[in-house]
């Protein structure tokens, strides 16, 4: 089954986007660019059996979508919901060239980034930091399941105060070497036991680095896997 329904559809939205007023130059120049990317992407596709329904659905959006171009007066209502469908083309393109792989791959390296996160930031940062990080990082994770956006910047919002610890512990190894007695007192005195702490010394920077790892390939997974969000 070939994407010759869809490509009508694609095209026919393309025009009705050159032919409307309400929708703003800029984001009229960049719909028809996407539009196009994908015509062509479709246009090479050879979509299974499997994905008949899916396949229909995202006709009937498409045909959803070119009344309301065609009807709607609110500017705002037409823009969000290209950019919707474009969202809802590039999912299911995903989907039908088999490359739905990396949302597993995203996922893994977000779990690894979230445990490690919620492990060692509690030593610098205290317990506030870890709490409210706990909801975003457990919505997130419903969300990615669901193939949502909502849920995919969710996830990635762990990425910056990921690498944040991660450069904290590293730093911390570094200064350690010089002071270990200094580098025990800063760990107790965030309320951790002193032998632990003299564990951490050594352990801490270590897990630090892993952190720095998987948060750096989660950043690079989503960005390889950010299609697959609607």
């Known amino acids: 089954m070939g994407g010759k329904l869809v490509m009508t559809t694609i095209n026919q939205i393309r025009i009705e986007v050159e032919k409307s007023k309400r929708i703003k130059d800029n984001k009229k120049e ?3 660019k996407q539009l196009k990317t ?16 899916q396949y ?17 007066k609110d500017e705002n209502k037409i823009e969000g ?11 299911s393109l995903c989907d039908f060239e088999g490359k739905t792989s990396y949302l597993r791959k995203y996922i893994t390296s977000f779990l690894f980034s979230s445990i490690l996160f919620l492990a060692l930031s509690p030593q610098f940062y205290g317990f506030i930091l870890p709490v409210i990080f706990f909801l975003p990082i457990y919505m997130g994770l419903k969300g ?27 730093r911390y190894g570094i200064n350690a070497k010089a002071d270990y007695t200094g ?16 564990k951490l010394v050594y352990i801490g920077p270590i897990f ?23």
């Not at 229909?56 to 709607?72: A, R, V």
């Not at 969710?154 to 512990?169: D, E, G, K, L, R």
């Open 56 to 72: 229909q659905q995202l006709n009937s959006k498409g045909t959803e979508l070119l009344k309301e171009i065609k009807g709607s």
């Open 30 to 32: 960049k719909y028809i």
């Open 208 to 230: 630090g680095f892993i952190l720095l790892l998987f948060a750096c390939l989660q950043m690079y997974r989503g960005y390889k896997s950010r299609d697959l969000f609607i």
């Open 144 to 170: 990615v399941k669901q193939r949502t956006m909502t849920g995919f910047y969710m996830t990635m919002s762990v990425v910056p105060v990921a690498i944040m610890t991660s450069f904290t512990w590293i």
């Open 38 to 53: 994908l015509y062509t992407k479709y246009e090479d596709i050879e979509i299974n059996e499997n994905f008949k329904k």
């Open 81 to 91: 919901s290209i950019e919707v469908y474009i969202r809802y083309l590039k999912a």
């Open 183 to 198: 580098a025990v007192k800063a760990i107790v005195d965030s309320g951790v036991a002193e032998g632990l702490a003299e």
